[in-house]
């Protein structure tokens, strides 16, 4: 399909561990965001990648969360020495340009730390 | 500091009727607006949008609100179904940067 998609859907990890979670985002979409949306929470902002600049990543929790975006297309967003606090749904996004444009969602991968 | 608040953590609503969820924001430099819907174990989906340039913009049943005075909007759906019944999120950005979700408000419409 056309979509943002998101790999793996379900991620079980021991506490401790380093995951890794991937977003393949539309095809010439040049904005991709993450999100956490942590049980009854709503959205949290988490990191921000437009085209070639410098990413924004003001909402990353800890120096534990990192993410790169290869070649303005693919991201990975690197959780290190996951904590039990770290289980969450996280969403992926991207969108056409930085303005006036809705993000189109994957379906996320929800991690759950042991 | 929460920039986007949804005080309604849920909502009930007739088949047939309208719904209104209400969003309220307190960052003045917001001007970008957006409702999003999100079922379970799926990602939210875009429904409408509005800039901070209008005060009402319409898409078939859903129709969006803002009142810049009050940093106020609101989605209205009109008939209300039973497949709208899903969790909606408001978001809001200022010139395209962070977009800043709601907590979400679980709509649920009965038959």
């Known amino acids: 399909g056309a979509g943002v998609s998101q790999s793996p859907s379900n991620k079980v990890t021991e506490k401790g561990k380093d995951v890794e979670l991937r977003c393949d985002p539309i095809?010439?979409?040049?904005?991709l965001y993450w999100y956490r949306q942590s049980l009854g929470q709503g959205l949290e902002f988490l990191i921000y990648f437009q085209g070639n600049s410098a990413p924004d990543k003001s909402g990353l929790p800890s120096d534990r969360f990192s993410a790169e975006r290869t070649g303005g297309s693919v991201s990975t967003l690197t959780i290190q020495r996951t904590q039990q606090e770290d289980s969450a749904v996280y969403l992926c996004a991207s969108s056409l340009g930085p303005r006036d444009q809705p993000q189109h969602f994957g379906d996320g991968t929800r991690l759950s730390i042991l | 500091d929460q920039q986007v608040k949804q005080n309604s953590p849920s909502l009930s609503v007739q088949e047939g009727r309208i719904s209104i969820l209400n969003c309220d924001y307190t960052n003045s430099m917001f001007d970008y607006f957006l409702w999003y819907k999100k079922y379970p174990a799926e990602g939210p989906t875009f429904l409408i949008s509005i800039s901070s340039i209008k005060d009402k913009n319409e898409d078939g049943r859903f129709t969006v609100f803002l009142n810049k005075s009050a940093k106020h909007l609101s989605l209205h759906i009109v008939p209300s179904q039973p497949g709208d019944s899903a969790v909606y999120f408001c978001?809001?950005?200022?010139?395209?940067?962070?977009?800043?979700f709601g907590p979400g408000t679980r709509l649920s419409v009965l038959p």
């Open positions: 095809s010439g979409h040049t904005a």
């Open positions: 978001a809001a950005s200022n010139y395209g940067q962070n977009f800043v």
